[in-house]
């Protein structure tokens, strides 16, 4: 049976998980897991997961194609699988620095995608071009544990909670984490700037900061891109996430209170229905959260790492910074492939 360790159980990991044949040993081994108390050290609990089509890289075709797979994904499980919290959402998106849709891949995707008149576009919003169609949200949390739960009753995977710092530790101690791999996949987020002997140091963390409020009347999730970046992004369950903010390299966990300010002031601008007043909204809570970026993009590749003194199979999977949900079916079907290629490809054959 081949063997499969992944570091890391955010939402890339768990995907990837669940995207491996059920013929494979894995073993999925994180510092945290899904259910853990409130926790900055890592993002998935935090984020926004809306899907609005953006990706890490500019019209970069395969994380088009990984996007699509996402979508496609969430679509069929919102239907199949409600207790997942994904659901199907009206939705628009407003672009206030350019006035054309003509580079979006999404516009002949996503379904009942149109151009808005320019009479239905906020006032307030600086909007250039509006662009209405059909979206998915979820509520982090709530989708964490139900991947969870799937792989805790599959049969063929193991959860280890473990900090880890080198890659050689699940080489050297069997007891803890079971015999050697054939194959790692390395989706430790941020971890993956300091995990030895990977370090990458293109991986950035990247400071979000939104405020979760009460607001049963919001019934579409809303976003602005171009000279600036907020959304409003409702779960389906009364509360809606309304945001944020991208501080490349700023790892503070302290609520900033000008930004709380100016989230409420852009969120009302999308959604009037929002109170432009911070100090009107009924407040939930504060989240602060730290994503896990790349410069350059998200990586997902496959290549062969010196670990100790032995060669090993590494798969990479992370960097995709507030777009990790909306990938995360995509990526595993990828690193899945990439996977399958060492198990049972042309790379074995190669290296045999």
Avoid at 143 to 160: A, E, G, H, P, R
Wanted: hydrophobic share 40%; glycine share 10%; charged share 20%.
């Amino acid at each position: 049976m081949p063997t499969v360790t992944i570091v890391g159980a955010g939402v890339f990991g768990l995907t990837t998980a669940l995207s491996l044949p059920r013929h494979y040993a894995v073993t999925i081994v994180a510092r945290d897991m899904p259910g853990d108390a409130d926790s900055l050290d890592w993002a998935s609990p935090w984020a926004g997961a809306g899907f609005g089509g953006g990706g890490t890289k500019d019209q970069d075709p395969e994380e088009i194609e990984m996007l699509k797979a996402g979508f496609r994904y969430f679509w069929k499980l919102a239907q199949t699988n409600p207790e997942s919290s994904v659901k199907r959402m009206p939705g628009v998106h407003y672009r206030d620095n350019i006035d054309t849709d003509e580079d979006l891949w999404i516009k002949d995707f996503m379904p009942n995608y149109r151009v808005m008149d320019k009479s239905q576009l906020p006032t307030e919003s600086n909007a250039k071009i509006g662009l209405s169609y059909m979206q998915v949200v979820m509520t982090p949390s709530t989708y964490m544990l139900y991947l969870f739960s799937l792989l805790k009753q599959s049969s063929n995977v193991t959860f280890v909670r473990a900090t880890i710092q080198s890659l050689t530790e699940l080489l050297s101690s069997p007891v803890q984490f079971g015999p050697a791999p054939d194959v790692i996949i390395n989706a430790s987020g941020v971890g993956a700037r300091t995990l030895h002997p990977l370090e990458d140091e293109l991986v950035e963390p990247i400071r979000g900061q939104t405020i979760i409020i009460r607001h049963p009347g919001i019934d579409h999730r809303s976003g602005r891109s171009g000279n600036d970046y907020c959304y409003v992004i409702p779960r389906g369950d009364g509360t809606v996430v309304i945001g944020g903010v991208k501080q490349p390299g700023n790892t503070d966990p302290s609520v900033d209170a000008d930004i709380r300010v100016d989230i409420a002031r852009r969120a009302h601008q999308l959604d009037p229905r929002i109170p432009a007043n911070v100090e009107e909204l009924d407040i939930v809570r504060d989240v602060v959260g730290i994503r896990p970026g790349r410069r350059g993009g998200m990586r997902v590749e496959a290549e062969r790492v010196v670990i100790g003194n032995v060669e090993m199979p590494v798969v990479h999977a992370y960097g995709a910074s507030g777009t990790g949900f909306a990938f995360s079916p995509g990526v595993g079907r990828k690193v899945a492939q990439l996977v399958d290629d060492f198990v049972m490809g042309d790379k074995c054959m190669l290296d045999a």
